[in-house]
């Protein structure tokens, strides 16, 4: 019952990304469990060494742990064969829109009640935020350099690089014309702001006239 969900499942998502593949199946958890064999044979017949993802949703230590594993058949030939998992490294990689969604309900980790949820901020809160932690970087990477400079932290030329890479990728613009491009796009977000709430305010007196 649950593969032929699976396998319709499949089918309608096909038809909205037809380039995506099957790749393996995850399930929630902190290891492979002994119904995991009978899964990962039937998704082995859908591609060719499927992956298998174990979520922890426990969040232990404050941290959801993901962990990967590919199987490899063990046992002598004509007698009863089994299935090894072996692990596999996970690296999480996501793009910057799904980045904001994650930290943004990273929030709620911190809140005792699990009901009422968090407001979403508004965009100059969100510009504000976003200030905040980018001066909060900065300021750790000068101490970071400054500890080097002074000899109390040894050098790492990987992160020499790095820095490297990152300063020249920034232009060279003089103070007077950075504050002027911040307050250009500063005034531009304020007027955003200022026609949406405009917008809403037209929208709500339509409805009340026509109630009237």
């Avoid at 859908?46 to 949703?57: A, G, I, R, S």
């Amino acid at each position: 019952m649950i593969l032929s969900l699976q396998k319709n499942q499949f089918e309608l998502h096909r038809k909205v990304n037809p380039t995506e593949v099957i790749v393996g199946w995850y399930s929630t958890g902190s290891d492979v469990t002994e119904h995991s064999v009978l899964i990962h044979e039937y998704y082995s017949r859908e591609c060719k060494n499927p992956v298998h993802l174990t979520v922890d949703t426990s969040l232990k230590n404050a941290r959801m742990g993901m962990k990967a594993f590919t199987s490899t058949s063990m046992g002598v030939p004509g007698k009863t064969v089994g299935t090894m998992f072996t692990p596999v490294p996970v690296e999480i990689v996501c793009q910057e829109a799904e980045r904001v969604g994650v930290n943004f309900v990273q929030h709620t980790k911190e809140r005792l009640s699990r009901t009422g949820g968090i407001p979403i901020p508004n965009d100059l809160q969100q510009v504000t935020t976003t200030c905040i932690r980018l001066q909060d970087m900065l300021s750790k990477l000068t101490d970071y350099v400054d500890a080097v400079v002074r000899g109390q932290v040894p050098a790492d030329s990987t992160v020499g690089r790095c820095l490297m890479e990152l300063v020249n990728s920034v232009p060279k613009i003089s103070p007077e014309d950075f504050e002027e491009i911040v307050n250009s796009n500063m005034k531009d977000l304020l007027m955003v702001v200022y026609l949406s709430n405009l917008t809403k305010t037209q929208l709500i007196l339509g409805e009340k006239l026509n109630m009237i």
